[in-house]
């Protein structure tokens, strides 16, 4: 019996995997975030899909109970530091890189990712 709508979208443990998002969790769409941004009047451009496969590359390369949102922030900070790092991050997601940044990544955020101190300003 199926257990879960992926079950019974890919009956042969077959996987969905978006183009370009090869980290993504299993039933997150472009479209989904495309969605939610919009929610939350954003309008996703180039640069914010390079630091969702970000998030998602990383929460796919950590067991995420082993994820602490303080080493998260660090690890954004300096990928993104030609940019301008967090506060580039910041202009990308007004709700803070590690909170909404996941949100629409279709991740759920390590433990602390709203205090205003650690990447959310929601």
């Known amino acids: 019996m199926a257990r ?5 979208m890919h009956p042969k443990g077959e996987s969905f995997s978006e ?7 299993e039933d997150w769409t472009q ?3 495309l969605t939610l941004a919009a929610d939350e ?14 998030l998602q590359e990383y929460f796919m390369k ?11 922030h660090d690890a954004l900070d300096e990928k993104f530091h030609v940019q301008g790092g967090l506060k ?8 803070g ?13 390590p433990a602390g990712a709203t205090d205003k101190g650690f990447g959310s300003v929601v």
């Open 97 to 109: 890189p590690i909170a909404q940044g996941c949100k629409l990544a279709g991740l759920t955020p």
């Open 19 to 25: 183009p370009n998002f090869s980290d993504a969790p």
């Open 41 to 54: 009047g954003l309008k996703l451009s180039d640069d914010h899909w390079t630091a969702i496969r970000a």
């Open 31 to 33: 479209d989904s975030a």
């Open 62 to 72: 950590h067991e995420y109970a082993s994820i602490h949102v303080r080493e998260l």
């Open 4 to 8: 879960s709508m992926s079950d019974i």
């Open 88 to 95: 580039y991050l910041y202009e990308l997601f007004p709700g």
